[in-house]
């Protein structure tokens, strides 16, 4: 089953549940309003449950089935990324420090890292939102949004001819991602 029938599923329990809780019984005392509910709304009500408790565990199940594919491929590896993206960054604010500046090379290791590490942390948000939840997430990508920013800062002030602006926003991007913490 897709997402999109787990959603749906667990839609259509809240609003049985919802509809036969909500549906009005009169009678006697307590015990006799519960009895008339029971035999008017309960089997509608519990239906519901069922299957509200049944699009759980099935979105459970997908979540834990998304995480083990993707750790299952090792180019999808957050740490591996991480670790390629701080490494990257590293050399680019290591290479702005040469004289002369190799302003080709330069951006053309912060192409590579665009279209690889930080791409591939941004497909991994699936399985790390699966895995540590939306916040943890977050966290870890505004980070390493913060490091891209700052590189595409100093790809295009080195195209302008502004070295020392380039190396400044360098040194951002690498304290960006020194900040960046997997959550795992």
């Not at 997402?3 to 599923?9: C, P």
């Not at 997908?62 to 490494?87: F, I």
Request: proline share 3%.
């Amino acid at each position: 089953m897709n997402a999109v029938a787990h959603y749906l599923m667990l839609a259509v329990g809240i609003g049985l549940s919802g509809y036969a809780a909500a549906r009005p019984v009169s009678g006697g005392g307590q015990s006799e309003r519960l009895a008339a509910w029971l035999s008017a709304s309960g089997l509608v009500f519990f239906s519901g449950l069922v299957l509200i408790i049944a699009a759980a565990l099935l979105m459970r199940g997908s979540q834990k089935k998304l995480v083990a594919k993707a750790e299952a491929h090792e180019d999808g590896d957050p740490r591996k990324l991480l670790h390629e993206l701080v490494t990257g960054a590293g050399a680019v604010h290591a290479a702005l420090g040469e004289d002369p500046v190799n302003t080709q090379a330069i951006c053309d290791r912060i192409d590579g890292l665009r279209d690889g590490p930080i791409q591939g942390l941004v497909d991994c948000r699936n399985v790390l939102v699966a895995k540590h939840g939306m916040m943890a997430y977050a966290q870890f990508i505004s980070a390493v949004s913060g490091a891209e920013r700052n590189l595409n800062r100093v790809w295009s002030t080195l195209i302008d001819g502004y070295p020392q602006e380039a190396e400044r926003a360098a040194e951002r991007a690498v304290r960006a991602l020194e900040a960046a913490q997997l959550p795992y």
